[in-house]
């Protein structure tokens, strides 16, 4: 048995060891056999040479990680532990994962290799549908891509939009005016927004149409030109929703469509506009579908053991009713 003493520097103590010991807590399920005694700013670890050496390596990339970006979270724990390569290129914690910068110097990146993909295939496709299941960041990196390109000047404005379906697109029996109706549906594309811009230009563009968080009922005989267009929950659009949302794409613009698949919740028997759209435009160039899966969830490290365990449930029943016939 060896043992070593890691000692943490510029970063504060419980960026690493979590509240409550949380985050150290990730760190021994990816090492078990190594005994990790925490005192102070001083990691006391004791185990085999080689496993010893391993975890040093990736306490002094988790330093630097938060003093490159200023955060660290158990999920960039959990990637950085399950990293086979010897730096931060690796981790996916480079300069070109980068996206756009929020609020307050908040960096917001492509943190896993499909969420990457999103990133580079908008930049070569104007019609991009991102599908998978919750929580891997689809609508969260589509968004900074529109905040992005519109920082760059290369679209004049950002529409937003989604499916009403579930209150199936009628909304006069709800209470309030027009926006407060919609805002419950929309709310999850405000709080991607208020991450990534301040809260009175934020305020100001939404005044002047700059922004537009809209149902996509709205988007009927419109031409979107100029303009980086987000459609989300898209599982939840009919096939002829979908047509008429993807023919109003004007000249420069820019379209990215998210969903997923398994969870839609249109009427019984009602085919997805989704689902439709991703077989037959497959293979066309300028369009591109980029898939995601569990190994791309960035939320709690619970939602990846769940969509797996969902996951297991559904290929069971599958099996289970193909042996029955």
């Known amino acids: ?14 960026e690493l060891y979590g509240i409550n010991d949380s985050k150290m807590g990730v760190i021994k399920e990816h090492f078990p056999n190594i005994k990790i005694v925490a005192r102070g700013d001083a990691l006391r670890i004791t185990g085999d040479e080689n496993d010893l050496e391993a975890l040093e390596r990736k306490i002094y990339w988790m330093m630097e990680h938060f003093r490159k970006y ?9 990637r950085i532990l399950k990293s086979q390569g010897h730096g931060q290129q690796e981790n996916g914690t480079t300069d070109e994962n980068i996206i756009v910068y929020g609020n307050n110097g908040m960096v917001v990146r492509a ?14 496709n104007d ?72 809260g009175d230009k934020l305020q100001s563009y939404l005044e002047n149409k700059i922004i537009e968080v809209a149902p996509l009922a709205f988007m009927r005989g419109r031409t979107l030109n100029n303009a980086f267009v987000i ?8 096939e002829s929703q979908m047509k ?31 689902t439709q759209a ?11 579908t980029i898939f995601l899966d569990v190994n791309d969830v960035v939320r709690h490290k619970l939602v990846r053991k769940i969509l797996s365990i969902y996951d297991g449930q559904t290929a069971a029943a599958a099996a289970a009713k193909a042996t029955t016939k």
């Open 244 to 274: 008429m949302f993807l023919t109003r794409m004007g000249s420069s613009a820019k379209f990215i469509v998210t969903g997923d698949m398994t969870q839609t919740d249109l009427p019984f028997k009602q085919s997805s506009g989704l």
């Open 111 to 124: 943190r896993t290799p499909n969420q990457l993909r999103m990133v580079q295939s908008s930049m070569k």
């Open 1 to 14: 048995m060896a043992e070593k003493e890691i000692f943490i520097k510029d970063i504060p103590l419980v």
């Open 278 to 288: 991703v077989k037959i435009f497959n293979d066309v160039p300028g369009i591109d």
């Open 231 to 238: 459609l989300d929950e898209a599982q939840n659009t009919t």
């Open 127 to 198: 019609l991009v549908f991102a599908v998978g299941p919750a929580g891997t960041g689809k609508t969260y990196t589509a968004v900074a891509l529109a905040v992005r390109a519109m920082k760059n000047k290369e679209v004049r404005k950002i529409i937003l939009t989604r499916p009403a379906v579930e209150a199936g697109e009628n909304l006069g029996f709800l209470p309030g005016d027009l926006k407060e109706k919609l805002d419950p549906y929309l709310q999850p594309l405000y709080d991607a927004l208020f991450d990534m811009l301040p």
């Open 70 to 78: 200023h955060a660290l979270n158990e999920i960039d724990i959990d």
